[in-house]
């Protein structure tokens, strides 16, 4: 356990590192302001290489209202970056990008609904493929009736590096420009086609802000 504490430490000390010197501007933030006053809370949803910046901003953007959480995989793997969102006050459901599990559904349907917390969410985690959706995401704005809110980011320089996703590493003093992107709505209820037609708009939707991110460098 030790391990795992020294290892989150020194996670928060190099993400503060980047974050804190880092020149970081927001584009369409007063879209997410507008969505917290309007639903309460939001299904934040962001690439797993997009993971770093995107959780930091959730956890500190600033919006009146908006509070921070984090679907993460039940398996050892996510112990750790429990322990990291926990760090930084966040909530914490553990769940995979699938929600298959009940227990998942119920925590992060009291989590947004009865506590109005804004469960970030990788869709294409934890292990990919990386850029395909799975319904989770989708899925969760279903049963909570909230919108999902697709987030990314570009910067220079950057680094991708051998992973699954293609993780992007971020050094200090980087310039890094973060999108939010035009909320999904899915329907209460929906065929197989239309769940396989829904992935492939929002896996749109989190393409058209990413560029809009990189617009912005």
Do not use: N
Not at 16 to 35: C, H, M, P
Not at 119 to 128: A, H, Q, V
Request: proline share 7%.
């Amino acid at each position: 356990m030790f391990g795992y504490h020294l290892a989150v430490w020194l996670a928060a000390a190099f993400i503060e590192l980047i974050w804190r010197t880092a020149r970081v501007k927001v584009v369409d933030g007063d879209r997410l302001v507008a969505l917290i006053q309007e639903h309460g809370a939001v299904v934040p949803t962001f690439w797993h290489q997009h993971l770093l910046i995107c959780s930091r901003y959730l956890v500190g953007t600033g919006v009146e209202g908006f509070k921070p959480g984090f679907m993460i995989s039940p398996s050892v793997d996510g112990q750790a970056p429990t322990m990291l969102a926990e760090l930084y006050g966040a909530h914490v459901v553990r769940g995979s990008g699938s929600y298959t599990g009940v227990r998942a559904v119920r925590g992060v349907h009291h989590a947004i609904v009865k506590r109005g917390i804004s469960s970030g969410i990788t869709p294409d985690g934890p292990r990919g493929p990386r850029f395909v959706l799975k319904p989770g995401a989708i899925f969760t704005a279903q049963i909570t009736g909230k919108p999902l809110v697709p987030i990314a980011y570009a910067a220079k320089p950057a680094r991708l590096l051998g992973t699954w996703d293609k993780f992007v590493l971020v050094p200090p003093f980087a310039k890094i420009r973060i999108a939010i992107g035009e909320p999904y709505f899915p329907p209460k209820r929906m065929q197989e086609a239309e769940m396989q037609a829904a992935q492939r708009e929002v896996e749109r939707r989190l393409l058209m802000t990413f560029q809009k991110a990189r617009a912005a460098l």
